[in-house]
C-alpha cells in the first residue's frame, strides 16, 4: 500500500529555516499531487501548499507566501517543505498528503503520513 512519512520537524527560533521531508513508497510517485497541510492546536488542518506531478507548478496560502517552497523529486520519490523566516504562529503538527488523481488541487487526498511537529520559539 502507499505510504508516506515525514521528516525534518524540530524546535526552532523565530527567523529561522526547516526543511520538512515526505518519503512516498508504494506506487508511482509522478502520478501524484502532493500537497502540505498543517494543524495547529484547537484549529483545522489547512493546507499550506501544493504541488503538480512534475513539480512545474507549486500553490501556496497567503500566510506562507515568499516564505515557504514546497518542491518533489520524482527520481527519489520525495516531497519537501523548506520553510523560511519561521513565525511563531507557524507551530503546528504538519501533514503531506498525496492523491493519484489528474485534477489540480483536489479538495480531497487518499493518503497522510502521521505528521511531524514544528515549534517556532519566539
Known amino acids: 500500500q502507499v505510504q508516506l512519512v515525514e521528516s525534518g520537524g524540530a524546535v526552532v527560533q523565530a527567523g529561522g529555516s526547516l526543511r520538512l521531508s515526505c518519503a512516498v513508497s508504494g506506487d508511482t510517485f509522478s502520478n501524484y499531487f502532493m500537497a502540505w497541510f498543517r494543524q495547529a492546536p484547537g484549529k483545522e488542518r489547512d493546507i499550506v501548499a501544493a504541488?503538480?506531478?512534475?513539480?512545474?507548478?507549486?500553490y501556496y496560502a497567503d500566510s506562507v507566501k515568499g516564505r515557504f517552497t514546497i518542491s518533489r523529486d520524482n527520481a527519489k520519490n520525495t516531497v519537501y517543505l523548506r520553510m523560511n523566516s519561521l513565525k511563531p504562529e507557524d507551530t503546528a503538527v504538519y501533514y503531506c498528503?498525496?492523491?493519484?488523481?489528474?485534477?489540480?488541487?483536489?479538495?480531497?487526498?487518499?493518503?497522510w503520513g502521521q505528521g511531524t511537529q514544528v515549534t517556532v520559539s519566539s
Open positions: 504541488v503538480s506531478w512534475s513539480g512545474g507548478r507549486t
Open positions: 498528503a498525496g492523491k493519484k488523481t489528474r485534477v489540480v488541487i483536489p479538495t480531497t487526498y487518499d493518503y
